[in-house]
């Protein structure tokens, strides 16, 4: 059985085998968790993205042989990359769905979960860190986030021992908090 703990803060100074960030599907980094992650993690971290990019299907070179393009890594799949200078072994990126009022979106966010915890077990990962994917850039309401985080992860065949969800500020803990209680 996973446990799952809650801490506040900045998730890039977690101590876990595995720290997940909240990615795009470009894997080249951005703002929120992604561009702390970068910023924190240093460039070896990039460097990888960059390879795992062109390894990615639907890559296909430009007409000129240049670097190859594609689609990137789709919404609700992750992989991993060292984890350069955070204290961690490895970052698991994965991709969180953008929210929609029109459309549920809901499994592929519960997908970002149970899929960076499938890789955490192909790493030998014992103990993970998460974000509150999806919960800012992306826009997805914070309590309905954290219940589809709680959810899945509680459901997750896993060999994981420990997921700690790392949130940003008290609004984040709360919702997350609620969902545990
Ligand atoms: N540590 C922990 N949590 C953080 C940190 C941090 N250093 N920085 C931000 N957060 C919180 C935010 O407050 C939010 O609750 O992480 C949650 C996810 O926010 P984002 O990082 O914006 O991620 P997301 O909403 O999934 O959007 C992803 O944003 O940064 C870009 O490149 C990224 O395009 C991608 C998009």
Not at 121 to 148: K, N, Q
Request: hydrophobic share 40%; with cysteine; charged share 20%.
């Amino acid at each position: 059985m996973t446990s799952i703990t809650l801490a506040q803060g900045d998730i890039t100074r977690e101590s876990a085998d595995a720290i997940v960030n909240a990615a795009n599907s470009s894997l080249l980094g951005g703002g929120g968790v992604d561009g702390a992650i970068h910023r924190r993690g240093g460039p070896a971290i990039l460097a990888e993205c960059r390879a795992l990019r062109a390894s990615l299907p639907h890559s296909r070179l430009r007409s000129s042989g240049g670097t190859p393009i594609g689609k990137g890594l789709p919404t609700g799949r992750a992989v991993a990359t060292t984890a350069g200078d955070l204290d961690a072994r490895w970052v698991i990126h994965t991709v969180g769905p953008v929210w929609s009022a029109t459309e549920d979106r809901s499994g592929l966010l519960a997908s970002c979960y149970r899929e960076s915890l499938r890789v955490a077990d192909e790493l030998g990962a014992r103990t993970v860190a998460f974000p509150a994917i999806s919960t800012g850039v992306y826009r997805w309401p914070m309590r309905d986030a954290a219940r589809i985080a709680v959810e899945t992860v509680r459901a997750a065949q896993t060999g994981v021992e420990e997921v700690t969800f790392v949130l940003f500020d008290d609004r984040a803990y709360e919702a997350f908090a609620a969902q545990l209680r």
